[in-house]
């Protein structure tokens, strides 16, 4: 089952240090003492470049409202879901989540543990968590990774939610930690005023502008702002 740890004391040597092997579970939180909160990644297939707006791999499609191939008893740790045909990569969904959102069961949250791979038209998860509640075939599921795995730079167009700003370069496929929440410097696109919300900018990939109601917030702007350098925002993730 999946089991709960408080999060690290961030030294000061440790913040700006990548490595080829993960040193702290995917998605771990630690703090400093000024208040900042940093959260551990997994760089996806391109490199992070520091001050830039970083968002989780993008949601696929055919694993979203899928059926579920056979009944799956409470106590289980074991569902098969039916999709179109789809690649899947050996461990890519491993510490994401398995949620039932429509019918039998509907409302669960389940951590996967591992699942089949390649060019499937059903995929066979292994959670750690057992279902709480039975399933049926009318069941639907949707899968996530987890959303610290595989982080890329915020797109123009989103593809998934932002999770935080990048504090020096991780390279691609490497785990580092990047910021969540207080004061750091990122990208701007809009010279953005002090106080006011900042959102992912449609125009220029990892940076902020102004909010707006039909964008996601993803905290404040700090500092009066330039356009195309690099300001004070009060990250908020």
Request: a negative charge.
């Amino acid at each position: 089952m999946s089991k709960l740890s408080s999060a690290p004391l961030v030294q000061s040597e440790d913040l700006f240090v990548s490595s080829t092997t993960p040193a702290q579970d995917l998605g771990a939180r630690a703090s400093t003492g000024d208040g900042r909160e940093f959260v551990y990644v997994k760089a996806g297939a391109s490199a992070l470049v520091k001050g830039t707006l970083l968002q989780a791999p993008a949601i696929v499609a055919n694993l979203q409202n899928a059926s579920v191939a056979a009944a799956v008893a409470a106590g289980e740790k074991s569902v098969t879901l039916t999709i179109s045909s789809t690649a899947v990569v050996a461990n890519e969904y491993d510490g994401g989540l398995l949620i039932i959102n429509d019918v039998d069961g509907e409302g669960q949250s389940l951590r996967i543990s591992s699942h089949t791979s390649g060019t499937i038209t059903s995929i066979v998860l292994v959670l750690e968590d057992a279902v709480l509640t039975a399933l049926t075939t009318s069941s639907q599921g949707s899968v996530m990774a987890n959303p610290y795995k595989g982080v890329i730079i915020n797109p123009t167009t989103p593809t998934a939610k932002p999770v935080g700003v990048a504090i020096s370069a991780i390279p691609a496929a490497s785990y580092g930690w990047i910021q969540a929440k207080g004061m750091v410097s990122c990208l701007n696109d809009g010279n953005t005023a002090v106080g006011l919300a900042v959102a992912p900018s449609q125009g220029t990939a990892g940076a902020v502008k102004t909010g707006a109601t039909t964008l996601d917030s993803v905290g404040s702007a700090a500092q009066t702002a330039v356009s195309t350098e690099y300001n004070f925002i009060d990250l908020r993730l």
